[in-house]
């Protein structure tokens, strides 16, 4: 047996924070292809996002002989050249729907393991994929654990739209309770709004309350992870409080799971909302995830 190299620890004193925030990525990201890519995998999802870069890593330095014959399914441009860079044989979720494990980033992962991803604009894309897994598998570093939905990821929830409805969607956001919702721009090097591999806009829409709630008793599977999360998570501030975005300061507001579902099920009621960033149990929720600590080890959070 082939045994595999672990990355040394995160958390040495002399790192810089950003070398440390690294760390903690491969080390969740090493651990959860550990221990959940198949011995006789076929289809394997990738996902997008900084940490899934070392999930393809480690999956490359896997012996040959367990990867030569897998298809690997991105969720848009960047996984997609992951998987060509790394030699390994790419596919489409139009030709593969049946796929044995997905592993893919989180920009916020609650108790329950209800999940905000879309910050990379693949949302849509990472949704198909992860709805055509056996097994979800996220992947993460501490700055992620929360201990409710848009309390540490401040834009609040991504929602890909289709153009034209764009002005629409955000009215109706409003009236839902939304804080200034607002359309995505492209950034520096694109004038107007962000594109999606779909044709699309994206809507990024916080809520400050009355919606997705912390867990009053979150089940936490591993030990190391803490169930009373507060405002600081692995020793780090709530993302994005120190831009004074309203999602950031307040959260979702307090309640029970089933307001996660309730607000899941009305976005995607809206006309014009091709897909939401909030991954939960009717949209496939992960089955595990994966957290690089800031001291080196590795939380796990899972669900019953």
Request: charged share 20%.
């Amino acid at each position: 047996m082939t045994t595999l190299a672990t990355p040394a620890a995160a958390a040495a004193p002399t790192l810089s924070p950003a070398a440390i925030i690294e760390g903690a990525k491969r080390l969740a990201a090493y651990r959860a292809v550990d221990e959940h890519f198949p011995q006789n995998a076929r289809y394997v999802g990738i996902g997008s996002g900084s940490t899934v870069v070392y999930v393809v890593e480690r999956i490359a330095q896997l012996p040959r002989d367990r990867t030569d014959h897998v298809v690997f399914i991105p969720t848009g441009f960047q996984s997609k050249e992951l998987i060509l860079k790394a030699g390994l044989k790419l596919g489409a979720i139009d030709m593969y729907t049946d796929l044995d494990v997905v592993f893919d980033g989180a920009d916020e992962v609650d108790p329950f393991l209800n999940c905000i991803k879309g910050g990379g604009a693949c949302l849509f894309q990472e949704k198909l994929v992860a709805i055509s897994g056996r097994k979800f598998v996220v992947v993460a570093d501490f700055r992620k654990l929360s201990p409710s939905l848009s309390t540490h990821y401040a834009p609040g929830i991504p929602i890909e739209v289709v153009p034209p409805a764009a002005q629409y969607v955000l009215s109706r956001l409003v009236a839902l309770g939304s804080t200034g919702p607002t359309i995505r721009m492209g950034g520096a090097s694109k004038a107007g709004p962000c594109i999606t591999d779909n044709g699309n806009f994206i809507i990024d829409a916080p809520f400050q309350d009355g919606f997705i709630p912390a867990s009053a008793s979150p089940r936490p599977i591993s030990p190391s992870v803490d169930a009373g999360l507060g405002e600081r998570v692995g020793g780090s501030d709530v993302l994005g409080k120190e831009e004074g975005h309203p999602g950031a300061a307040v959260g979702m507001g307090v309640g029970a799971n089933e307001h996660v579902e309730e607000l899941a099920k009305t976005l995607k009621s809206i006309v014009g909302v091709v897909e939401h960033g909030i991954f939960w149990g009717g949209d496939k929720k992960p089955v595990m995830a994966y957290f690089g600590m800031e001291d080196g080890s590795v939380a796990v959070r899972g669900h019953h």
